[in-house]
Every structure is written in C-alpha cells, then in structure tokens.
C-alpha cells in the first residue's frame, strides 16, 4: 500500500480551494494546512494513501501522457458517490473527459467518471460495486 503521494501544483491556492471541495466527497479530510502545503488522509481513521500538496519550482506543464503520474482514481462506496464527485468536479470548472458510466472494458462492476483538475490532473471517482 502506498502511504503518500506528493503532488507539486503551480498554484497552491487554486489547489487548496479545489481539494477542499471535491477531497471529502472522496472520502478524505484535512490534515494539515500551512502557508507551503496541505494534505489529506483517509477519512474515519480508514486506512489509505494520503495526499500531499506542494508549490511547483519548475513552472514546466504537467500532462499525463508524458514519463510520470498518469491518474488518481478514487475508490468509493456506491455509484451515488462517483456522481456527486462528478457534479462538483463540473460545479469547480473541471474539464470532464468521462460522464459516469459503466467501463466494459474493465472486469465488471466498473462504474466511473474522469475529469481534469484546474492543472491538467486526470481524476477518477470509481465504484467496483453495483450499488447505489
């Protein structure tokens, strides 16, 4: 199991505003906030990667095609959950790549939706149940 990611955004402000929205819905809350970072862990003491958030040094633009992070998806209870991240994820100005939907090219249940957070992170919300 991963214990953090670190990810360095080019503006930690935008960042804090966006995470503060969209981490909860995922399951996640605050950890600490300062002036030069914030982070997230697993809500309700559930075990799980926590998520680190750092200014940028080299201004360079991040894209998932190339060597690096391609994606975080966020696993969740029930399809409900991958439609309410999917409506913030739009209500915050997010650039979506994929409505939710079931993935049939994914071993069954898969039910997900893809956006790009306001520094070209693809995000994923999804359910491996067949549950509302």
Same mark, same amino acid.
């Given at each position: 199991?991963?214990?953090?990611?670190?990810?360095?955004?080019?503006?930690?402000?935008?960042?804090?505003? %966006? %995470?503060?929205?969209?981490? $909860?819905?995922?399951? %996640?809350?605050?950890?600490?906030?300062?002036?030069?970072?914030?982070?997230?862990? $697993?809500?309700?003491? #559930? #075990?799980?990667?926590? @998520?680190?958030?750092? !200014?940028?040094?080299?201004?360079? !633009?991040?894209?998932?095609?190339?060597?690096? @992070?391609?994606?975080? &998806? /966020? +696993?969740?209870?029930?399809?409900?959950? =991958?439609? &309410?991240?999917?409506?913030?994820?739009?209500?915050?100005?997010?650039? =979506?790549?994929?409505? !939710?939907? +079931?993935? @049939?090219?994914? $071993? !069954? $249940? %898969? /039910?997900?939706? /893809?956006?790009?957070?306001?520094?070209?992170?693809?995000?994923?919300?999804?359910?491996?149940?067949?549950?509302?």
């Amino acid at each position: 199991m991963l214990g953090h990611l670190g990810l360095n955004v080019a503006d930690l402000a935008v960042a804090r505003e %966006y %995470y503060r929205e969209l981490l $909860p819905l995922l399951g %996640y809350e605050l950890l600490l906030d300062r002036d030069d970072e914030f982070g997230y862990r $697993p809500a309700d003491g #559930r #075990r799980g990667t926590y @998520l680190f958030f750092y !200014p940028a040094v080299d201004t360079a !633009p991040y894209h998932r095609d190339r060597t690096g @992070l391609q994606h975080l &998806a /966020f +696993s969740v209870a029930d399809r409900s959950q =991958v439609r &309410a991240a999917h409506t913030r994820a739009v209500a915050l100005g997010s650039t =979506v790549l994929h409505e !939710p939907r +079931s993935f @049939l090219q994914y $071993p !069954p $249940p %898969y /039910f997900a939706a /893809f956006w790009l957070d306001p520094f070209g992170f693809m995000l994923e919300a999804v359910c491996h149940h067949d549950r509302d």
